[in-house]
């Protein structure tokens, strides 16, 4: 299997243009994955703190695409888009992720969800085109801690919402 795999170890040939971010989510991996596979979820949870997201277009299928602006809290729009390269239900997700489809700079991102006890582990493992590019969204865009949040919103999205029905 290639580097960028589902088996890709942190010392793996891609390590030094990885972020890989991971959370206990304390719900059924079957529901952690329901939160990515619906829009009607993802659009509520996705995107670090302060943000909120439009979706234009959503089809969740090998192929398909996530078409969406993230609005930050400061106004700014960012234009997005997210193609679903591997889809294997409620293991793992694959996705390629750029402003556009044919986006030089689009990266991957590979989603592994495990049991863990009654719990879920997520992982998310990103694979930048290069080292620089990585570091670039690190020191500029935040993305450790963007990543760490949207996890973080994941998770209080299936516990509050899809587990207990409260509204956030």
């Not at 609005?71 to 390269?85: C, L, N, R, V």
């Not at 489809?101 to 009654?118: I, K, Q, V």
């Amino acid at each position: 299997m290639a580097a960028t795999g589902w088996d890709a170890s942190p010392q793996s040939a891609t390590a030094d243009r990885e972020i890989v971010i991971s959370r206990v989510i304390d719900a059924p991996r079957e529901l952690v994955f329901e939160a990515f596979t619906e829009v009607r979820h993802l659009s509520r949870w996705w995107g670090p703190d302060g943000f909120t997201t439009t979706t234009r277009a959503f089809e969740f299928r090998v192929g398909g695409d996530w078409d969406f602006v993230m609005h930050g809290p400061d106004g700014t729009d960012y234009q997005e888009w997210i193609s679903w390269t591997e889809i294997k239900p409620p293991e793992r997700i694959a996705l390629l992720h750029g402003e556009s489809r044919g986006d030089a700079n689009a990266f991957e991102s590979f989603l592994t969800f495990a049991p863990d006890g009654a719990a879920t582990r997520i992982e998310m493992r990103t694979v930048f085109p290069t080292r620089e590019m990585r570091d670039e969204v690190v020191e500029k865009y935040h993305a450790i801690e963007g990543g760490q949040q949207t996890l973080s919103n994941l998770a209080a999205y299936v516990t509050d919402v899809l587990l207990n029905g409260v509204e956030t």
